[in-house]
Each structure stands twice: as structure tokens, then as C-alpha cells.
């Protein structure tokens, strides 16, 4: 089962919003599967800007962040058919756009899963079904991959 990452995920990892966060999202993501993961390339350029003004990170740190993480995960693109897709998700289910071209991505690429703390959890669309990883009561989807880790 694959995954996609939000950008608030990221931004955990990177230590925004405390080390609770930051201590929970590295744990998950030391536990899931082997490839399980991809990062849509809308989240790189989310977390550049979340990086810079509320990290207070130098642009030179935040583009290393974006590195990195570029590195360790596969990419999903943002093409002309996502974007249509995430136009028709932002008109019939009032998405920000933004959040839709991740969820469209994610989709395409044929995620089951997308990790997010600040979308509609439980929210399914394109075969995609939102996930808070931080919930008090993890999404089934989630346990059972996180089940399939040795």
C-alpha cells in the first residue's frame, strides 16, 4: 500500500510545532514499510515556505530540508491532469486548491493513503482516503500498514 505526505507531516519532521510532533512523525515514518512513501512535489514548495518564515530557517537550510527529503522519497508530479483533477476536487468538495493538487496527485499515483493532521480526516476521493497519523485512534488503513512493518 502506498502513501503520500502532507506538508504539515514534513514540517513535524522538521521540528515545526515542537518536539512532540516532531518526536511522533519521525517515529511513524521510521516504521512504515519500505517504499511505501511519496512526497507530491506541491508539498516540497509548501514546506520551502513554511520553513523559511516559521522556522526562521535561511533559505539555503530550507532548500537543504527540500533536498533531503527530495532523496529519501519518490516524487509525485503536479501534470496537467492533476491539476484538472484537483480543480474538479476544490469545485465539488470546496478544497483549498492547493490541498486538492496533493490529493490529486496523490491519487493518481495511486496512493491509498494520504498522512495529514489538517484535512478532512476519513475523507476518501479518487481511491485516496485522508489519514491523521497523530489521532488518539489511527486510521485502520494506517494500523494494517504499519502492521506490515518487521
Known amino acids: 500500500m ?3 505526505f502532507d506538508t504539515n507531516i514534513l514540517a513535524y519532521a522538521e521540528g515545526v510545532n515542537g518536539p512532540d510532533k516532531k518526536g511522533a ?9 519500505p517504499d511505501s512513501a511519496c512526497i507530491p512535489v506541491q508539498v516540497l514548495g509548501e514546506l520551502f515556505s513554511v520553513l523559511v518564515p516559521k ?3 535561511s533559505p539555503a537550510s530550507a532548500r537543504n530540508a527540500i533536498l533531503s527529503w527530495r532523496d529519501a522519497f519518490p516524487l509525485l508530479p503536479t501534470s496537467p491532469e492533476v ?26 499515483a495511486g496512493c491509498r493513503l494520504l ?8 475523507f476518501t476521493w479518487g481511491g485516496v482516503t485522508i489519514a491523521n497519523p497523530l489521532a ?3 486510521h485502520r488503513l494506517l494500523r494494517a500498514l504499519l502492521a506490515q512493518t518487521p
Open 25 to 33: 512523525v519521525v517515529s511513524l515514518i521510521s516504521r512504515l514499510p
Open 115 to 122: 498522512l495529514s493532521e489538517d484535512m478532512q480526516d476519513g
Open 2 to 4: 502506498r502513501l503520500a
Open 83 to 108: 491539476m484538472v483533477k484537483a480543480t474538479d476536487l476544490a469545485t465539488d468538495h470546496r478544497f483549498g486548491i492547493w490541498d486538492a493538487v496533493i490529493l490529486a496527485s496523490a491519487s493518481s
Open 136 to 138: 488518539l485512534e489511527p
Open 55 to 57: 522556522a526562521n530557517r
